[in-house]
Nanobody, 125 residues
Framework: QLQACGGGSVQAGGSLRLTCAAS????????MGWFRQAPGKEREFVAA????????YYADSAKGRFTISRDNAKNTVYLQMNSLKPEDTAVYYC????????????????????WGNGTQVTVSS
C-alpha cells in the first residue's frame, strides 16, 4: 500500500513537499516515484528514485526545481518541490515499479506496478 500526502495550495514560487509511505509487502528491488495528472491531460512522469543505489530520474519540467529522496528505514519517498509554477497544478500520484530497468522504463504509467492515492497540488499565479 502506498499512502501519499503533502499536497496543498501555494502561490507561484512557493514550495511543497510530498511524502509517500509504503507499507505491507516488501520488495528486494524496486523504484519509487511520482507522476502527475492535470485536468484533461494524460498522467505524466515527474521523478523516480531507485531504492538500491539511489539513482534519480527527473522529467525535464522537474529538473532544477524538484528533488526526490528516500528514507529506506521508513520505506518513504519524498518530493521536494520548489519554485512552483501554475503549470505544476495537478494531482500527484506515488508509484512503484518492481525490478530494475533502464531509465525510460520508469517514464511510462503503463509500466507502473503499484499506484498510491493522489494528492492535489494547486499553484496560483
Amino acid at each position: 500500500q502506498l499512502q501519499a500526502c503533502g499536497g496543498g495550495s501555494v502561490q507561484a514560487g512557493g514550495s511543497l513537499r510530498l511524502t509517500c509511505a509504503a507499507s505491507g509487502r516488501t520488495f528486494s528491488s524496486y523504484t519509487m516515484g511520482w507522476f502527475r495528472q492535470a485536468p484533461g491531460k494524460e498522467r505524466e512522469f515527474v521523478a523516480a528514485i531507485r531504492w538500491s543505489g539511489g539513482m534519480r530520474y527527473y522529467a525535464d519540467s522537474a529538473k532544477g526545481r524538484f528533488t526526490i529522496s528516500r528514507d529506506n528505514a521508513k520505506n518513504t519517498v519524498y518530493l521536494q518541490m520548489n519554485s512552483l509554477k501554475p503549470e505544476d497544478t495537478a494531482v500527484y500520484y506515488c508509484a512503484v515499479v518492481l525490478g530494475t530497468y533502464i531509465s525510460s522504463h520508469y517514464y511510462s504509467p503503463r509500466n507502473i506496478d503499484y499506484w498510491g492515492n493522489g494528492t492535489q497540488v494547486t499553484v496560483s499565479s
